[in-house]
């Protein structure tokens, strides 16, 4: 395949604290190919963050530790890059957009500078073009008055319009990745719906997109594919038309069963999932969310089930569907 | 979660009377002012809730949505009392509390509870679960100390969470039992309203369904009155009744759920409801330009004037009344039948 643009094989990833091991990330493999826009859900302390985070190595290590894994990008092991090469890619090739604007802008330094910092980083340019060009950005991200916005510091702009410096911050260098954690977590759905149109209008068609989020709504609305996480490992896999009519892990289906639907009126309870997601210093045997599943048998508790391919592209990690489809 | 079968009955006793108001707001206007100087003159208002009036049927839920800095939070902290009204009334059982002496007031805050967003930072850190969920109750004198422990038991087997949490401390647990203790301790009460502020919000999907569960259980069984708080409409469409919407300190569409979220009126509530994301379903959406003004500076004439795709010259200039159709209470000019 040669739209393949990132590649991550066995991804293991685990945090070293006083209280123990914390398994952040076991054994994840999927690829991301070029144009796609591809969801990473799953619930707090899923591992979401640190997958991603994981790609353009901005996992503070330690505590984190890479225990196993590769990770491919157009065909370089990002793993085995010396600290100058992988500077040369974060924020050129890859582009990150924070889930909360407010602590990943600098608050003592103006949009401005912050925005010419980073063109200034990869590129040559002299001082006026990379005004000129920042300027552009901002325009382009939507922000009114862009000529005096570039002397604004971070607290004089609101948290939409924040988060729409660091979309122009993350974009500007025409990334081939773009990696978005939660970016509208923190606004609100009038703001989100702008930011997801901006974010829509600003990629490239040959740059592709991880989107970490937990909101189902927003993955069915503007993602190609999903990847559901649970307890640090992939569950499943598939385009978010199958994973959404036929989620075939039962993960998958009580999550989207516990998401109360607009418009109904009042209704009945909400089938959810019971009990709670485990610990991360101390993971269930066997399948990792056997004690919450409500079709588990003992054989879940024991062994690990591996990946059954259900659908072309659609995959999940469950016994039930063994005889259902092929082992890949 | 327990008593599922006792509430059905409960529920039907509920339906068949013709329920009363048992809170409702008239005018409500809380205004915070804003001083400058060294003598702090008062320079310019807040208006955060300006103008609110609506009523919550005994045993429903009312749904105020609204994004941030709507007012919302400031309404539900007014009706409980933590917040102070500059004017207008609040009626509970139809006796207006702003005017009631404290000893009387006092009676009528047992009776409305409150539940908090943030789930850890609402309970006490260094209180033990079994004495913070009967906090309340040893100060109203509704049990004895020697009951205590018994009856946190009792409240927390109501909640769902186990004996072995009585003693333990907040931070030992996460935020859904969090959500449950805090529950716990406002049913404690044996209150008849509950102002449930964001109750959900910061609460993964599988978790946050588990709570609404549990409140919609405990609403049935004790023929609660909720007014449910939140940003999510998807969660307010599932729990509430009726649902009024915020925007800048003002109500500007009130009606049933299912009417307002299927043909809502407002143009504030049509992009609103078409900006939520829904699974299973692609849809345009009206993308509004720019975000909310401030409440200390309002635009004048219609507040939603400045973001609305549809402003003429009379929404710049006045402000609209809120007009009612049917069951539906809605304030913009381009809807008026008065025009």
């Given amino acids: 395949m040669t739209d393949l643009l990132l590649d991550i094989k066995n991804l293991t990833v685990n945090f070293t604290t006083d209280d123990g091991i914390i398994q952040a990330v076991t054994d994840l493999s999927f690829s991301v190919r070029r144009g796609e826009t591809v969801a990473l859900v799953g619930e707090s302390g899923a591992g979401k963050s640190v997958s991603a985070m994981s790609i353009p190595r901005l996992v503070p290590s330690p505590p984190a ?9 157009k065909g370089r092991d990002l793993l085995a890059l010396d600290i100058k090469d992988m500077r040369a890619i974060r924020g050129n090739e890859i582009g990150v957009i924070f889930q909360d604007p407010t602590t990943a802008l600098s608050p003592l330094h103006r949009i401005g ?62 990334p081939d990745l773009i990696i978005a954690d939660e970016p509208t977590t923190a606004l609100d759905v009038t703001l989100q719906a702008q930011v997801f149109e901006i974010i829509r209008e600003m990629k490239r068609n040959e740059s592709a997109m991880l989107l970490i989020t937990h909101d189902m709504g927003v993955v069915y609305d503007i993602c190609d594919r999903v990847l559901v996480m649970y307890a640090s490992e992939l569950v499943e896999e598939g385009t978010t038309d199958d994973v959404f009519t036929n989620p075939a892990h039962p993960y998958t289906l009580g999550l989207l069963k516990s998401i109360p639907s607009l418009g109904r009126g009042r209704s009945e309870r909400l089938d959810s999932i019971k009990g709670q997601v485990p610990s991360p210093f101390n993971y269930p045997k066997g399948c990792r969310f056997n004690d919450r599943c409500p079709k588990a048998f003992d054989r879940c508790v024991r062994e690990k089930p591996g990946f059954v391919s259900v659908a072309d592209g659609h995959r999940a990690a469950c016994f039930l569907l063994e005889g259902k489809g092929e082992k890949s | 979660m327990s008593g599922s079968m ?25 205004w915070y002012p804003i001083r400058r100087g060294v003598l702090a003159r008062t320079v310019g208002q807040v208006k955060a809730v300006d103008h609110v009036s609506f009523a919550i049927k005994k045993g429903e839920t009312l749904g105020l949505v609204g994004e941030s800095g709507c007012g919302k939070t400031t309404l539900g902290r007014t009706l409980v009392g933590l917040e102070q009204a500059q004017a207008g009334e609040i009626l509970f059982q139809g006796r207006n509390i702003l005017s009631m002496e ?30 913070i969920v009967t906090e309340g109750m040893r100060a109203f004198g509704m049990i004895r100390e020697n009951q205590a422990e018994e009856t946190a038991m009792a409240l927390l087997g109501e909640v769902g969470m186990s004996k072995e949490s009585l003693t333990r401390y907040p931070h030992e647990f996460s935020g859904g039992q969090c959500q449950r203790i805090s529950i716990a301790r406002a049913v404690s009460m044996r209150p008849d309203f509950m102002v449930l502020d964001e109750a959900v919000s910061a609460l993964d999907v599988s978790v946050q369904a588990q709570v609404l569960n549990l409140l919609m259980d405990l609403q049935d069984k004790y023929g609660l009155t909720y007014l449910f708080i939140s940003h999510n409409l998807s969660v307010v469409s599932h729990i509430a009744d009726h649902v009024a919407v915020m925007y800048l300190g003002k109500m500007v569409e009130y009606g049933k759920v299912a009417d307002v979220i299927e043909s809502p009126v407002h143009p504030y509530t049509q992009a609103l409801i078409s900006a939520v994301p829904v699974p299973g379903k692609r849809t345009e959406r009206i993308i509004l330009q720019g975000e909310t003004p401030s409440a200390a500076n ?16 009379i929404c710049r200039t006045t402000v609209p009344r809120l007009e009612q159709a049917d069951d539906r209470l809605f304030s913009c000019h381009m809807r008026s039948q008065h025009l």
């Fill in chain 1, 65 to 73: 530790r890479v225990e196993n894994g590769e990770i491919r990008f």
């Fill in chain 1, 113 to 174: 500078w912050q925005l010419k910092e980073a063109i200034n980083a990869h590129r040559q340019m002299d001082d006026k073009e990379a005004q000129a060009l920042a300027e552009s950005w901002l325009g382009k991200v939507r922000i009114p008055d862009a000529k005096q916005r570039m002397n604004a510091y971070p607290f004089q702009l609101s948290g939409g319009m924040q988060q729409r410096v660091m979309i122009a911050m993350a974009l500007l260098n025409e």
């Fill in chain 2, 6 to 30: 006792s509430s059905m009955a409960i529920n039907n006793d509920k339906k068949n009377n013709t329920p009363e108001n048992l809170v409702e707001i008239r005018n409500l206007r809380t």
């Fill in chain 2, 102 to 131: 404290s000893k009387e007031r006092q009676e009528i805050r047992r009776r409305m509870q409150m539940i908090f967003q943030d789930p850890l930072s609402s309970l006490n850190p260094r209180m033990l679960v079994r004495d």
């Fill in chain 2, 298 to 313: 309002p635009p004048d004439g219609c507040p939603f004037h400045p973001r609305c795709p549809e402003c003429q010259t």
